[in-house]
């Protein structure tokens, strides 16, 4: 925050917060992109909850 106002983070960086591969890409404009984003369940919950229901490590 240089100026005082807030920055917003990217798509690229949500994608990277969730463990998406940093080559990962989405279509659509923005909107839809942060919207897929939202929508996707991050790598590591589902291998957490795939551990949890096979035992396998």
Excluded at 13 to 32: A, I, R, T, V, Y
Aim: proline share 5%; net charge negative.
């Amino acid at each position: 925050m240089a100026d005082g106002a807030p920055r917003y983070i990217t798509v690229e960086e949500c994608l990277e917060l969730q463990g998406f591969p940093m080559d990962f890409k989405l279509s659509g404009n923005k909107d839809k992109q942060f919207k897929q984003v939202g929508n996707a369940v991050p790598t590591v919950i589902v291998e957490a909850i795939g551990t949890l229901a096979f035992g396998k490590t």
